[in-house]
């Protein structure tokens, strides 16, 4: 409950990175191009994989799934940190913080088990060459993809909805360039089952389905290393190199954000972290998994022509 002597909050100011204005100049540079190139990157990416038919696999089909993810968590993120590095005061309302939380939530951890189900994908392609299309059929996939967006959906949901039951009263200021969790429970009301259920997403999300994918990499390179062909093995690296440098990437920048306790919650280090999944992850993404990519430079290539006809 919120005493008679307290104000409510019904907007928040995301502090960003107003502590560091000799730098604003400089962000707002790296984040616009950030932005652009996650932006065209993955759009790119949609539109290879929707309209090559060559791209028609399970690989690509979730790789175009990621995509998506990608460019809702950047449209979610950096439009309003563009605005608070170039404004005096980068204020949201209770509801738009809300909203930005909730598909900030979607499309992590949308992206969290995406890359599970790759390196899935990965393993029955690399393990069991003869039944990789019996196993990855496109219903099997399909519904993997909208498993994927209906529980994520549900967790968001769920995080948002806890989060809309708390009292801000004040300080109104977030310490940080969007609305994530960690700094939105400097709340008046208890936030006890906001940490608990915070903790359960952290053990499905960044515990069981890390190590699905762990799982999945091992038995990859041990059979690897079983392969006889220099040339096989070669190929297979290179395939699953690509997945493991996104994987690396994602995984340690969400276990530094979100794998603390609140204790040791350190503003400038989750601005950091949180940098590094919703900015540069998505930026890197496209051109980790496709201009790495023999056909899809091939798909691309076709696709251009039809642009300048």
């Not at 962000?27 to 759009?43: K, R, W």
């Amino acid at each position: 409950m919120v005493s008679p002597n307290q104000t409510v909050v019904t907007e928040f100011v995301l502090q960003g990175f107003s502590e560091h204005p000799n730098l604003r100049l400089f962000l707002t540079g790296c984040f616009l191009s950030f932005y652009t190139m996650a932006l065209m990157g993955n759009i790119v990416i949609v539109a290879l994989v929707t309209s090559s038919t060559g791209l028609h696999s399970p690989m690509y089909f979730f790789l175009c799934n990621l995509a998506t993810m990608d460019i809702i968590c950047t449209s979610t993120v950096l439009p309003k940190a563009l605005v608070g590095l170039v404004a005096e005061e980068n204020t949201i309302s209770f509801k738009g913080c809300m909203a930005q939380l909730f598909f900030l939530l979607w499309s992590g951890s949308s992206e969290v088990l995406l890359l599970t189900v790759m390196a899935y994908d990965r393993y029955v392609a690399i393990c069991f060459p003869l039944h990789y299309s019996s196993r990855m059929s496109p219903q099997l996939c399909g519904a993997l993809a909208m498993g994927v967006w209906f529980i994520c959906a549900v967790n968001a949901s769920v995080h948002t909805g806890l989060m809309t039951r708390l009292s801000f009263c004040g300080p109104k200021v977030i310490t940080h360039f969007f609305c994530e969790i960690p700094p939105l429970l400097l709340s008046c009301s208890p936030t006890y089952v906001n940490s608990v259920m915070t903790l359960v997403a952290d053990a499905f999300y960044g515990g069981i389905n890390f190590m699905l994918t762990l799982l999945s990499y091992g038995c990859i390179i041990a059979s690897i290393l079983h392969m006889r062909s220099a040339e096989g093995k070669r190929k297979a690296f290179s395939t699953c190199s690509s997945h493991l440098i996104v994987v690396s990437v994602y995984y340690s920048s969400v276990f530094c954000a979100y794998i603390s306790p609140a204790s040791t919650y350190s503003p400038e280090r989750s601005k950091v972290s949180s940098v590094l999944y919703s900015v540069l992850s998505p930026t890197l993404n496209p051109l980790i998994y496709t201009l790495r990519n023999k056909d899809a430079k091939v798909a691309l290539r076709r696709l251009l022509p039809s642009f300048s006809h």
